[in-house]
């Protein structure tokens, strides 16, 4: 079988792998989100935080809380990180700079995971176990909360409430991140990946008496950075290492974690607001983008387009023979279509188009499908802008499943959107205005390329980098961490904003001129609505970069 042959293999497994899981792993979405009985881990979680489960919230309730619990874990995270050296399983390591810090504290509870660190050469067992690693859960747990929330804002009528945060953390975290990853981390065990922490010991190298740190809780923690699309290897090489990502079967596996929560939310929304074809609308509108972007991504790859990949035969580099090169350039799709930044490639050694695509695949929100529960509400707010502009067209009040989109609506989905390029575009252009763009491998096209993709990365909450910039500096980790923060809260609050004023609404019944929001012709819409916007946005950046040294 050629290679060609097997990258299409191994994608149309995936899709199909995809489509038989997202219906009864989004009925148990919705069974989880919709639940009437706590459980009695549940219940003694609720009393220990003091939480009355039957208090429904605000909008503005359900924002305060998330940013309360997420200021308090950047303040705990960060002080872990800086007491490392007195805690236990420490391995000896000095305690993490105050911006590095900062930086990573901020970067793992914003469910972005952007490493500038080497987890096994700087971070100790405790502090990846009950520090990276419980925001790895949580974090994620957020996302699909805040999602959950704004679905809610669309099912409900006339009403002040969207749910409860805390009861939305505690049920998502207990009853699907937790025994997902189990699952998830038992079949990367099966498939050779390391769990334990007697390997994680130091030892004397014979060549000078180093210390070499191999090992760790890998496959527990692979699991659940895969699942909660986070990122955050234990290794350097994220995905790349043996001990994390084994064998071909286990790469296919880790991208299928990658997309199942968010493929299979959609299945949720359908069902909460009453019309399970508006699921379906979303989904392939998800599906449509992502099969797009690895077609594209593959094709750059294969025909290794640039002078040292046409004189070899291949664009190998940086990539592991294990996986080939269509199979590392379905992973890097994956990873950058979602909120992940987990890669088993390198992403700087992509070829120039290639490389672009990946920026793209950010640039376009991450909403095909997007992080968990992130992806969903972003696409939402893709879908509200698409029937106002349907709208304007036929000269009538844009509706979509029953709900009026209105000026403080739309105004409240076009800061959403706006957020993440001008965080992007104005990082870009400071770093190079402070004199902070130099590379440290390239210059020219491909050194801004360097540049727009560590903010675009950042500001989007994706994680991954080209890798070729040094960002261990007081500036590259105060900028980027601040990027990470408003791009992550800034649009939640939008969403939940907007939740409280579609909750608020009375249901309009369909009408003669209502826009069919679950055919065909809506999902293109959609599509080309996000492409458009993306194009508009990001073009002049994207020819400078990419495109010129394409070119």
Known sequence: MSGTSAGVLFVVSLVAALAV????????????????????????????????????????????????????????????????????????????????????????????????????????????????????????????????????????????????????????????????????????????????????????TLTGGGQSITGGPVASQEAIKDLGTNGGGFYNVNSAHPFENPTAWTNWWEIFLLLVIPFSLPRVFGRM?????????????????????????????????????????????????????????????????????????????????????????????????????????????????????????????????????????IKLASLYFLVPPALVLIGTAAAFATGNHVTALNAGPHGLSEVLYAFTSASNNNGSAFAGLTVNTPWWNTALGLCMLIGRFAPIILVLALAGSLARQQPTPASPGTLPTHRPLFVGMVVGVTVVLVALTFLPALALGPLAEGL
Request: aromatic share 10%; proline share 2%.
């Open 273 to 409: 607001v009453g019309q399970v074809r508006q699921g379906y609308a979303i989904v392939a509108v998800m599906a449509t983008l992502a099969l797009a972007s690895v077609a594209l991504t593959t094709a750059f790859e294969i025909s290794g387009h640039g002078t040292v990949p046409q004189a070899v035969g291949a664009a190998l580099e940086g990539k592991e023979v294990r996986f080939d090169v269509s199979n590392s350039a379905t992973f890097a799709a994956a990873t950058t279509l979602t909120s992940t930044g987990s890669v088993n490639s390198f992403h700087d050694s992509y070829t120039a188009l290639g490389g672009g695509m990946l920026l793209v695949n950010m640039m376009l929100g991450e909403v095909a499908p997007g992080g968990v529960g992130a992806g969903l509400y972003g696409l939402l707010i893709l879908a509200v802008i698409t029937v106002f502009v349907a709208g304007l067209m036929v000269g009538r009040t844009p509706e979509y499943v029953g709900r009026k989109i209105g000026a403080r609506e």
């Open 21 to 204: 899981v997202h219906r009864p792993l989004g009925d148990y979405l919705y069974r989880v989100v919709c639940a009437e009985r706590h459980s009695r881990v549940e219940r003694g979680i609720y009393r220990l935080i003091g939480v009355n489960p039957a208090a429904e919230q605000s909008w503005g309730v359900y924002a305060r809380a998330v940013l309360a619990f997420s200021a308090v874990s950047v303040l705990f995270l960060y002080a872990f990180l800086r007491l490392q050296n007195h805690l236990w399983l420490s391995l000896g390591f000095d305690p993490v700079v105050a911006h590095g810090a900062w930086n990573t504290a901020v970067s793992f509870v914003t469910n972005t995971n952007w490493q500038w660190y080497s987890g096994e050469s700087t971070m100790g067992h405790l502090v990846q176990m009950a520090g990276l690693a419980v925001q790895n859960f949580v974090s994620a747990a957020v996302g699909i909360a805040v999602a959950v929330a704004l679905v809610r804002g669309f099912a409900r009528s006339r009403a002040g409430t969207v749910g409860n945060f805390w009861v939305d953390l505690t049920r998502i975290t207990v009853r699907v991140l937790l025994p997902l990853s189990v699952l998830a981390a038992l079949v990367l065990m099966i498939g050779g990946a390391v769990q334990n922490l007697s390997a994680g010991t130091e030892i004397t």
